[in-house]
């Protein structure tokens, strides 16, 4: 059994575009949709397992006035025919129907916990058990796809039914996070948006009427080809006009101006009035144009605007602070609404790193006699020789790193590093270097500056050497980077901001990965999912495997490459580990010691797997390359392209 839980969605800019692009299929002069979607706090919690049939049930309090379990034979026609039939359960029905037509799966049983979505209210209600479905299926009979997969044929079921959703909707399936979408026929793209400053919204249900459908209908009249100036005003206001309001608003949240992003909701409430309003009755909307005035709100929020497809439905507003939200929540509720809010925090930035250095570097004897691995030197491309650790502390500082701990093995290894990072050269020593060479010794002082040490007094295995830093990571997030590995990017920007940058837009544990030949899968950790993106840069890791066999490998664990041929990755060796990571640590530890006769090592890959399992792993495939110090034939080749 599985516990899913889909948010309702709501759409912060661009409502209406996601049909009008669609009709660039038809008429190439209409400009692309773009919206602003984001996932709310309010949703769908459910387990869900295999079952003979198509199930669902409840327990949840927020519906029970009105639910009846349902459940139906796992059928074509049966289910077609619930699609069709508009009852509570249709669209359900319809997803579970593609999904039967499509992959041959048995059934299964949704048993909703709590439902704390409203329904009807703008906010996506159909689309997120939609979702939920899709999502049950996929994981259950393990039908490797990704979210916009999952996103398509919720969008797909749902046209089964008699409804005529948009393909915003469904963006609940990309969870609790603001993402930018595009809508080119029928091409949808979806990005990942950050923020850099906490959003204090607060959306509420009018408690009134609005009739989505005639909405709709009255809209569409002007696609694919206006026919005169309203609808070519519409179409305007819908394309061009709207691009412009969502590219401002991407850049308001990126640079935190919350104050010029309340006034653009203003700003395209205004538009939507004026531009498209008037081509349906429908949309006269006397309550919401009311709440939006409301003297009693203005002096609370930075700005306000209408939901989804507007008329008297949903009205959202940004709140100038955290008290003002929830006076504002306070007043809406009073007033006989139903009010919720969100908050959008920023992404907490990588600040910190780990190096464990801990290890005796026993594939380098003899040389390890005499020489950390981790101090070789390395001829480098600006000419200068630099010892490994202190290339690696470069790429940190020079991806935004502040604060970095090495794992060391003993007090004498805590003395070396400061001898060469903080005890400053002989004046005999100085008097010798070049100005250019003095500057760069001040540049080594500084970063011994950003170090910190904890030693590892146990050799308990690679996962209890990175949890000797649990006091350092705190509650944050942190960028581990194995000592005996250099990196070299392919771009601009070094291996480790890439990782961290992705990072930042899915908030997840994430590992770097390079795709690497079929032969060599047995020297390494291996991850295999299904990609989010069309660059394949982001992967949602659905198994790991720590040096599987060939065979294995081959049929379990390859990914389909653009030219049909089967890829498989491994580990970059660049890992961002979230809280739950030295949690998982924290248990390993405590079943080792308890199990006395235990000689299993305490491993990092088995903490990261439990994690994959419970919260969920992105990949990033890194441009670049990388370099086992550890490893003498690596070594060679260290030496020849470094």
């Not at 009255?218 to 519409?234: K, M």
């Not at 502390?393 to 903080?422: K, M, N, P, T, W």
């Not at 899915?506 to 770097?512: G, H, I, P, R």
């Not at 530890?589 to 919260?615: G, Q």
Request: hydrophobic share 40%; with cysteine; net charge negative.
């Amino acid at each position: 059994m599985k516990q899913l839980f889909v948010p309702g969605r709501l759409c912060l800019f661009g409502e209406h575009s996601d049909w009008a692009g669609h009709y660039r299929t038809m008429n190439a002069d209409i400009v692309q949709g773009a919206a602003i979607v984001t996932g709310i706090e309010q949703g769908i919690l459910a387990d869900v397992e295999k079952s003979p049939v198509f199930k669902l049930t409840s327990e949840a309090p927020e519906i029970a006035s009105f639910w009846q379990d349902f459940s139906c034979r796992m059928q074509d026609q049966d289910l077609k025919h619930v699609a069709k039939s508009g009852s509570f359960f249709c669209y359900c029905a319809g997803v579970a129907s593609y999904i039967l037509e499509w992959y041959k799966v048995g059934g299964i049983h949704i048993h909703i916990k709590s439902m704390s979505l409203p329904i009807k209210s703008g906010l996506s209600s159909s689309a997120a058990i939609c979702v939920l479905v899709a999502r049950a299926f996929n994981q259950l009979y393990k039908l490797n796809l990704n979210t916009l997969g999952e996103m398509n044929i919720a969008y797909l079921g749902e046209l089964r039914t008699q409804s005529r959703c948009g393909r915003l909707d469904q963006a609940c399936a990309f969870g609790s996070k603001p993402s930018l979408m595009h809508f080119d026929g029928d091409e949808i793209d979806v990005k990942a948006l950050n923020i850099k400053k906490h959003l204090y919204w607060v959306f509420a249900d009018l408690c009134a009427s609005k009739d989505t459908i005639r909405i709709l209908s009255d809209l569409n009249r002007a696609y694919p080809f206006a026919v005169d100036e309203a609808g070519r005003r519409e179409q305007a206001a819908l394309g061009e006009k709207n691009l412009d309001i969502v590219n401002r608003a991407v850049s308001y949240m990126a640079n935190g101006e919350i104050e010029s992003l309340g006034r653009l909701m203003t700003e395209a409430e205004s538009l939507f009035n004026s531009d498209v309003a008037p081509m349906s009755e429908a949309l006269k909307a006397p309550k919401l144009q009311r709440t939006l005035n409301d003297p009693n709100i203005l002096p609370l929020v930075y700005g306000g605007k209408g939901v989804g497809s507007h008329g008297d439905g949903s009205v959202q507003f940004l709140a100038r602070n955290e008290e003002c939200q929830l006076k504002l929540v306070d007043y809406l509720n009073s007033s006989g609404m139903q009010a919720y809010k969100l908050t959008m925090c920023p992404v907490h930035t990588v600040r910190k790193a780990i190096i464990p250095v801990a290890g005796y570097g026993t594939r380098l004897y003899p040389a390890t006699r005499c020489m950390k691995k981790d101090f070789f030197p390395i001829p480098c491309p600006d000419g200068m020789v630099r010892p490994v650790i202190l290339i690696l502390l470069e790429e940190l500082v020079a991806s935004g790193i502040e604060e970095i701990c090495l794992v060391l093995g003993s007090e004498e290894e805590r003395q070396l590093y400061r001898d060469y990072f903080e005890t400053p050269l002989s004046k005999e020593h100085l008097s010798k270097l070049s100005p250019a060479a003095l500057d760069y010794e001040n540049h080594i002082q500084n970063i011994g500056k950003r170090l910190q040490y904890v030693i590892q007094t146990e050799k308990l295995g690679f996962g209890h050497a990175v949890y000797q830093t649990r006091d350092f990571a705190g509650n944050e997030p942190v960028l581990l980077m194995l000592g005996d590995t250099l990196y070299r990017s392919a771009t601009n920007k070094p291996c480790a901001l890439q990782l961290i940058e992705n990072f930042e837009l899915y908030s997840k544990l994430t590992v770097s990965v390079h795709p690497i030949p079929l032969a060599e899968v047995s020297r390494y950790g291996i991850l295999s999912g299904v990609w989010e993106d069309k660059k394949r840069t982001v992967m949602n890791v659905s198994q790991m495997a720590e040096k599987p066999t060939v065979g294995y490998a081959e049929e379990f664990l390859g990914i389909n490459g653009p030219d049909g041929q089967k890829e498989y990755y491994s580990v970059f060796g660049q890992y961002i580990l979230t809280p739950e990571v030295y949690e998982q640590l924290a248990a390993d530890i405590i079943e080792h010691y308890e199990n006395s006769d235990s000689t299993r090592e305490i491993e990092l890959t088995t903490a990261l797997e439990a994690v994959r399992r419970n919260y969920g792993m992105v990949g990033v495939r890194i441009e670049g390359e990388m370099f086992d110090m550890g490893n003498p034939a690596a070594l060679k080749n260290v030496y020849r392209k470094y």
